[in-house]
């Protein structure tokens, strides 16, 4: 039971790359979140999902794509990195009747 | 979900009780309130959660006081290693949809000192 895994742990991106940052769960929780954090700041959010097919926007939405095809996944993607997405991302994932699970973060800059 | 404040950082010394306090002034009826924490920009973890009466664990202890508007986590023997930021959040009661969106402030930075 590996929990909320998150991928990569670092990445540096040049401005305009394209990149997914992978999150993977193996509890069969039905909701899964991606959250950015920016320093001295808490945690914001981006994008969540409900079940597998379902998502939705969340507080910080803008340049971020995601998709549910399965309960396991929820990949987040950067279509165009800029500057301003420099942040720690962080994934989570919350059971019906759980608290909530974080993976460990993925730490990204863009130059 | 119902907003929370948290004093910006207190200190504590190795060994003494930590108590964080947390407003939640409008909180509903059906919300909790739940504690995470985080370590040196590690993912959030969770501590302890209640709805009124008290709760106790093996990390914390969670005070909710009668009207609910307040609560106090209590770690009773703090050790250099919960230095971390602590986070106060209130929910809707589990197995509901929205009980699945956590709303974070900015915390509390607790540092134990040797």
């Known amino acids: 039971n590996a929990g909320v895994t998150q991928t990569p742990k670092f990445q540096v991106l040049k401005t305009g790359q394209s990149m997914t940052l992978q999150c993977a769960q193996d509890?069969?929780?039905?909701?899964m979140s991606w959250y950015r954090q920016d320093p001295g700041m808490g945690l914001r959010l981006i994008h969540y999902?409900?079940?597998?097919?379902?998502?939705d926007q969340g507080e910080v939405p803008n340049g971020y794509n995601v998709s549910r095809s399965t309960t396991e996944d929820f990949p987040l993607r950067l279509l165009s990195a800029a500057p301003s997405q420099t942040s720690v991302y962080f994934c989570?994932?919350?059971?019906?009747?759980?608290?909530?699970?974080f993976g460990q973060g993925t730490r990204l800059t863009v130059v | 979900d119902a907003k929370t404040t948290q004093p910006p950082s207190m200190d504590c010394a190795e060994g003494r009780a930590a108590n964080l306090p947390c407003n939640h002034s409008?909180?509903?009826?059906?919300?909790?309130v739940y504690w995470y924490r985080q370590i040196h920009s590690q993912g959030p973890q969770y501590i302890i959660h209640?709805?009124?009466n008290n709760e106790t664990n093996e990390m914390a202890s969670l005070i909710i006081t009668e009207d609910r508007k307040s609560s106090t986590l209590i770690l009773p023997h703090a050790t250099l290693r919960d230095t971390a930021v602590y986070y106060c959040?209130?929910?809707?009661?589990?197995?509901?949809?929205?009980?699945?969106?956590?709303?974070f402030g900015k915390g509390t930075l607790l540092t134990v000192n040797p």
């Open positions: 209640g709805l009124k």
């Open positions: 999902s409900v079940g597998a097919g379902i998502t």
């Open positions: 959040i209130v929910r809707v009661a589990p197995g509901r949809v929205s009980n699945y969106k956590l709303t």
């Open positions: 509890m069969n929780h039905e909701y």
């Open positions: 409008t909180i509903s009826g059906n919300e909790y």
């Open positions: 989570a994932s919350v059971g019906r009747h759980t608290e909530a699970f």
